[in-house]
């Protein structure tokens, strides 16, 4: 395999890799924190904390797959461009298009979303279960959110690929 080819492959399967990590631990949060009053013996907040705690392991999983995907179009396509000439095109574009949304979303989930949720939980101690409580369901609906354009984008990726 000549060295762009195994470069590809590399990138390709990297991207793949990192893109499995983030929605599986987007998916599984998601439900997770849904169900976290059923989970006994686990306490719904440890649900929460093993969420926040968990992160960086997103942070990074998204950042590694945004860099894989620059890369691998880059090398593939010998650069950037945003051809218009198929209705596949058009897939690709609404693609890109969702997954800033995605992007957006998950720095509005990260600073404003789960911020209050760790100001009520400092040092373990949760001081107002009732307020603590709905900050963990706006986590829990945007989480959801942010699994839909997940999977929405997987969706347009797959349909850009059948035509």
Same mark, same amino acid.
């Given at each position: 395999?000549?060295?762009?080819?195994?470069? @590809?492959?590399?990138? #390709? @399967?990297?991207?793949?890799?990192?893109?499995?990590?983030?929605?599986?631990? $987007?998916? =599984?949060?998601?439900?997770?924190?849904?169900? +976290? %009053?059923?989970?006994?013996?686990? +306490?719904?907040? &440890? *649900?929460?904390? /093993?969420?926040?705690?968990?992160?960086?392991?997103?942070? @990074?999983?998204?950042?590694?797959?945004?860099?894989?995907?620059? $890369?691998? +179009?880059?090398?593939? &396509? #010998? #650069?950037?461009?945003?051809?218009?000439?198929?209705?596949?095109?058009?897939?690709? +574009?609404?693609?890109?298009?969702?997954?800033?949304?995605?992007?957006?979303?998950?720095? %509005?989930?990260?600073?404003?979303?789960?911020?209050?949720?760790?100001?009520? &939980? !400092?040092?373990?101690?949760? !001081?107002? =279960?009732?307020?603590?409580?709905?900050?963990?369901?706006? *986590? /829990?609906? !945007?989480?959801?959110?942010? *699994?839909?354009?997940?999977?929405?984008?997987?969706?347009?990726?797959?349909?850009?690929?059948?035509?």
């Amino acid at each position: 395999m000549p060295l762009g080819e195994t470069a @590809l492959f590399v990138l #390709g @399967l990297v991207h793949w890799l990192t893109t499995a990590l983030y929605g599986g631990s $987007l998916t =599984a949060f998601a439900a997770l924190l849904a169900m +976290r %009053h059923r989970l006994s013996p686990l +306490r719904p907040e &440890d *649900v929460m904390r /093993t969420f926040r705690a968990w992160g960086a392991g997103l942070g @990074l999983s998204m950042g590694a797959l945004i860099l894989t995907g620059l $890369l691998h +179009r880059y090398l593939s &396509d #010998g #650069g950037f461009s945003w051809p218009a000439e198929s209705p596949e095109d058009g897939l690709r +574009r609404a693609k890109a298009i969702l997954f800033l949304i995605l992007w957006a979303s998950a720095f %509005h989930l990260e600073i404003w979303t789960l911020e209050p949720c760790r100001k009520l &939980d !400092q040092d373990g101690v949760i !001081q107002d =279960a009732a307020a603590y409580e709905a900050t963990a369901r706006r *986590v /829990t609906a !945007q989480l959801w959110l942010n *699994v839909a354009l997940f999977w929405g984008i997987g969706a347009l990726g797959f349909m850009a690929t059948m035509g």
